[in-house]
């Protein structure tokens, strides 16, 4: 089984090249799904968030308010890094229970759909790192328009993260996401080919 690591920053389109390897039929574990599951109503991470926090976090119906946070920590390393301390553990348990699952099933390919792959170190994990590049004024517009952010919080998000220079120094394949979605589509075809090859 092929372990790829799958990363790319906020807006170049990691999560579209994740769910066209899916319908290929690789195996995703998505990082960011875990990691808004183990903040669900209910949970202890959640119960922990808010101790850190505050109420000012939840929605009036007591769920995650994912911007409110976002533009607490996004503004501050150290209010990031106890959210991470939080989160990070139990995206890693969670994470582990799905590749022993992947394992039982035979698939030939995994892939983990990781936003901070290269912030945390996690390169070694891997057999392939895949990282998803994108110029960061395409990034800004694309997240600006689709999920009707501000621009300058945006930027805040990419400073947070690595910036593309070091991701890409990770990669052992890179996927081209300046274009249109067409192209993207081939690219991911021709990533997909050469991950069933390593797999072999």
């Not at 290929?24 to 101790?51: F, Q």
């Not at 976090?57 to 959210?83: C, H, K, M």
């Not at 990034?139 to 952010?149: A, C, I, K, Y």
């Amino acid at each position: 089984m092929l372990k790829v690591g799958l990363t790319g920053g906020i807006g170049s389109g990691k999560s579209a090249v994740s769910s066209a390897l899916s319908s290929y039929g690789a195996v995703v574990i998505d990082a960011d799904v875990i990691a808004r599951e183990v903040v669900e109503p209910g949970t202890p991470g959640l119960a922990e968030v808010v101790a850190e926090f505050g109420e000012g976090v939840l929605t009036a119906d007591g769920r995650l308010d994912r911007p409110r946070l976002g533009e607490i920590v996004f503004a501050d390393e150290n209010r990031l890094a106890s959210l991470n301390a939080i989160v990070h553990p139990r995206v890693a348990e969670r994470s582990g229970q799905l590749m022993e699952k992947a394992l039982a099933s035979d698939a030939k390919v995994v892939v983990y759909d990781v936003p901070l792959l290269v912030e945390n170190g996690l390169e070694s994990l891997y057999d392939v790192v895949v990282v998803v590049d994108t110029p960061d004024d395409v990034r800004v517009e694309r997240v600006s328009r689709d999920r009707g952010m501000p621009r300058e919080q945006v930027r805040a998000r990419i400073e947070a993260q690595a910036d593309r220079a070091t991701r890409l120094a990770s990669a052992d394949l890179v996927v081209d996401n300046s274009g249109t979605r067409e192209e993207l589509a081939e690219r991911v075809a021709e990533l997909w080919r050469e991950l069933l090859e390593r797999a072999g």
